[in-house]
């Protein structure tokens, strides 16, 4: 919350750089008008008319409620600036597992390709899996663990360590086929399944089928997005069939699977060098970088703390659900705050003349300056949340402090 109120939308760094020198140009515009009419009057009337502080208003009150009304819908707002970017996106890219799904894996399958039974394969799993906070590891159980040597994790590709005197692995099927110098075996794979192989130094040992339930909001939200106009891809380090599953399931016409870390960077990146404003929502650990680099980025409030670090944004309550109203509240109030810095560069621009020339006097300055501010305020308080076709969940709370309201 604090980086949220210190960092601002690169319009509002614009207009407080246009607003820095305001001062000064007014105080000599002022000297010279008292010293051309001879009149001291004149110079006060300059002083008092123009509003730099109409023009420092302009923003931060918008930016604030804005700030306030996300955190009354369960969304964290980290970094102002990605109000900005929210409301010029063109492109929304997704993470599977844990973003579009629930994320509560359960393992439905255990193949076993050894001499080992499924519980043991299960328990060398779960050994590995214990210090992990992926989503795949909520699938083992931890009472099945053994104590683990020489752990290693392979971002985007799985796990290794040494468990009862063996060299084990488990994650993707490229990642266990270069430990058991074999190809993985091939299975038929179900629709929302995601696959992770188990290898030691002498083959495979087994592979688990995890099941995962798509998110309530997951489908309408993709309706909506391309509802307007919006481009949505699905980039997931699942196998490339368990995407492109999920992707005719969701209409999502541009996916790909089996991606590392640093191909969902590359992908977001050839995104943007193309013209695109991106959008990406994650909720992984492996999600971090490519949060980092998309222009505005959403990341689950159940998901790693590195991915929440690194995103603009924090769903709280970890749902699809306000997605949409975060888009239409950055837009209502980056309108408001462009409204405001319009107004107030108009006033300046025409009320510092009508002084200098001698046509305003002190009182007048007055009344007008004051008008200007309160001006500015009124069109800031304007309502930022407008009622949507998509009707909020019962779970939404108003905040229970009134500086919110």
Known sequence: MERGAASRPRLVAAAER???????????TAAAAGLFWGDPWVALAVLVVACPCALGLAAPTVLTRASAALLGRGVLLTRAGALEALERATDVVLDKTGTLTAGRLSLARTTTFSALSADECVALAASLEAASRHPIARAFPAAAALPVGAPRQAPGRGLEGVVAGRRVRIGTAAWCEEL?????????????????????ERGFLAAFDLADALRPHA?????????????????????????????????????????TPQEKFDYVAR?????RVVVMIGDGLNDAPVLARA?????????????????????????????????????RAMRLVRQNIAWALAYNAAALPLAAAGAIGPWEA?????????AVLANALRPLDAPTAWKASTSSFPSPSRSYS
Do not use: C, F, K, W
Request: aromatic share 0%; net charge negative; hydrophobic share 55%.
């Open 18 to 28: 246009v607003a820095r020198p305001l001062t000064p140009v007014i105080v000599v």
């Open 180 to 200: 058991a110098g074999a190809a993985a075996p091939v299975l038929s794979a179900g629709e929302l399944a995601s696959r992770v192989y188990l290898a030691d």
């Open 219 to 259: 489908l309408a939200l993709i309706e909506r997005l391309q509802s307007r106009g919006l481009s949505v891809h699905l980039a997931s380090g699942d196998a490339p069939e368990v995407v492109a599953a999920m992707a005719r399931r969701l209409g999502i016409e541009r996916h790909q699977g089996a991606m």
């Open 271 to 275: 995104l943007q060098a193309a013209g």
């Open 295 to 331: 222009d505005a980025s959403l990341a689950m409030g159940s998901g790693a703390d590195a991915a929440q670090l690194n995103a603009d944004l924090v769903l709280t309550r970890s749902s699809l659900e306000q997605t949409l109203a975060v888009l239409d509240l950055a837009r």
């Open 366 to 374: 007055a009344l007008a300056m004051g008008v200007s501010s309160l």
